[in-house]
């Protein structure tokens, strides 16, 4: 019975703590739009007559911030591409058993 209670409990820390992450990264691309939004609102009001809005001067922060904003999305939406399910806990097992083997 307590066994399930801690598998209960992991889980839901995990849960827990994915919720977190996807709600940080959830912000972080509302932010993003707001801010981008606002940024293109005053270059547009600052064109002069007959400007193209169309400048690399205009697309800068809108950039720059998208590349962060993908890897932000990649480390919530695929950490498992990269490291495999469940490879923190096999790591944690590998040093426990080269300490314990240690301390023979």
């Given at each position: 019975?307590?066994?399930?209670?801690?598998?209960?409990?992991?889980?839901?820390?995990?849960?827990?703590k994915?919720?977190?992450?996807?709600?940080?990264?959830?912000?972080?691309?509302?932010?993003?739009?707001?801010?981008?939004?606002?940024?293109?609102?005053?270059n547009?009001?600052n064109?002069?007559?007959?400007?193209?809005?169309?400048h690399?001067?205009?697309?800068?922060?809108?950039?720059?911030?998208?590349?962060g904003?993908?890897?932000?999305?990649?480390?919530?939406?695929?950490?498992?591409?990269?490291?495999?399910?469940?490879?923190?806990?096999?790591?944690?097992?590998?040093?426990?058993?080269?300490?314990?083997?240690?301390?023979?």
């Open positions: 019975m307590d066994t399930d209670k801690i598998l209960y409990q992991e889980r839901y820390q995990f849960a827990a994915r919720v977190k992450q996807l709600k940080k990264f959830y912000s972080h691309l509302i932010v993003y739009i707001v801010v981008n939004l606002v940024i293109c609102y005053i547009i009001q064109l002069d007559e007959g400007e193209s809005y169309f690399w001067q205009n697309f800068i922060t809108l950039s720059f911030w998208g590349i904003l993908l890897a932000h999305a990649a480390s919530v939406f695929l950490p498992n591409l990269i490291f495999g399910k469940n490879w923190e806990a096999r790591r944690i097992k590998k040093y426990i058993e080269q300490e314990s083997q240690g301390w023979e």
